[in-house]
């Protein structure tokens, strides 16, 4: 018997290797003679490079760069080589431009910068690497990408012809586009994957700045200013760049550096837990195994559009093999999954209890909850033909 498990992590609890390694345990209980597989997934925000890494080896690389006040920290890539010797790059923007890097008290939508982000992908061309992903969730930007292009050498000027700081708030103040001294790495064949899971245009009701912006600390007050930047700035790159964003599914991501990744660079937006699965190889990882246990902190009609349950699920339905997600808790409408292949849903909760108690007790629930999962499986192994 072989068994893989594939979980994404229980976000502010347990890390996808911690998920693993319980699950493993208690699979090894029931199962003492099974195969066990271990994949770690991340749907394209934080821990992506590590859960390819993981699975596919390669080494990280650390560089200094600017975090999204401008700051300099250390934040690292991965660098991928297949079996023809020819290299990859992984990037992830979170880790230079995530939210996660800056306390609640610091997060602002108008003065946060995606120039840190521009900086690992100037590093991996220096490297000599012409194929990079770039996983662009957790961002705790609003700078419609002008950040992380200026680190690429593309040149935002006012009307004075001054460069702009690449920030949210200067978005308005851009009158052209200068592209005379891009990094020269860029003028030669470089393809650049995007890696996104939500489809939100650049501009609008349910664009970058009114759908996010809050959550990166924009005020209510503050959105018009941002709303009114981005429109501004897609009008210019559609005249000096000849590509209109505005209303691009998936431009809004990662407050607009979906859209300049793809009219400045040319880059592709892709399905991020399709591009991670690709990266990981898990089809043939897969391809022998008889179940696929995978899971997420939470699991809803979301989890059905185009997320890590998802992903796996019509992976594997292609497949035919059978997925069981244990996850922390379900709502009503993650019955969608099982249009997706997912063949049954076990939640970790097993009574009701405050957020403090599942943290505290998140281990003892997932063996929990494994448990049951493999004696069902134990139990259905056993029942004769009817």
Same mark, same amino acid.
């Given at each position: ?252 991501? *990662?407050?607009? $550096? &979906?859209?300049?990744?793809? !009219?400045?660079? @040319? =880059? ?5 837990? +399709? ?40 992976? *594997?339905?292609? $497949? &035919?093999?059978?997925?069981? !997600?244990?996850? @922390? =808790? ?5 019955? +969608? ?50």
């Amino acid at each position: 018997m072989h068994i893989v498990i594939a979980p994404d992590s229980f976000k502010g609890t347990l890390s996808s290797e911690q998920i693993i390694e319980i699950i493993s345990a208690e699979a090894r209980c029931h199962f003492p003679d099974a195969k066990i597989t271990g994949v770690p997934i991340a749907d394209g925000g934080e821990g992506t490079v590590h859960a390819v890494l993981a699975s596919r080896g390669g080494r990280l690389r650390n560089v200094p760069v600017k975090n999204p006040l401008f700051e300099t920290i250390e934040a690292s890539y991965g660098i991928l080589e297949d079996s023809y010797g020819k290299l990859s790059a992984i990037i992830e923007m979170a880790a230079a431009s995530g939210i996660t890097l800056l306390p609640a008290s610091q997060r602002s939508a108008l003065t946060t910068t995606s120039y840190g982000t521009g900086e690992l992908i100037v590093d991996a061309l220096k490297q000599g690497i012409r194929d990079i992903t770039v996983a662009i969730g957790g961002s705790a930007t609003n700078d419609g990408g002008m950040g992380a292009m200026a680190a690429l050498g593309f040149r935002f000027l006012d009307k004075n012809n001054k460069d702009v700081v690449p920030t949210g708030e200067n978005l308005i103040h851009v009158s052209h586009i200068d592209a005379s001294a891009i990094l020269s790495e860029l003028t030669e064949n470089v393809l650049f994957t995007v890696m996104c899971d939500v489809h939100n245009p650049f501009c609008g009701p349910c664009g970058a700045t009114y759908t996010y912006g809050p959550q990166k600390g924009a005020a209510a007050e503050q959105l018009e200013l941002l709303e009114q930047g981005m429109s501004h700035f897609a009008e210019i790159i559609k005249r000096d760049l000849g590509t209109d964003i505005r209303d691009a599914k998936g431009a809004g991501a *990662a407050g607009g $550096l &979906g859209g300049a990744l793809c !009219a400045f660079l @040319g =880059g592709s937006l892709k399905s991020g837990i +399709q591009t991670l699965l690709e990266l990981v190889q898990f089809e043939a990882l897969t391809k022998d195994a008889d179940i696929i246990i995978s899971g997420e902190g939470c699991a809803d009609g979301q989890s059905a559009q185009g997320k890590v349950l998802w992903g796996i699920g019509t992976s *594997a339905k292609a $497949l &035919g093999i059978p997925v069981i !997600a244990i996850v @922390g =808790g379900m709502r009503p409408d993650a019955k +969608q999954l099982y249009d997706c292949g997912i063949t049954a849903i076990v939640p970790a909760l097993n009574r009701a209890m405050s957020l403090t108690e599942v943290f505290r007790h998140s281990k003892n629930l997932l063996h929990d909850a494994a448990e049951r999962t493999f004696l069902l499986l134990k139990a259905g192994m056993s029942l004769k033909n009817l």
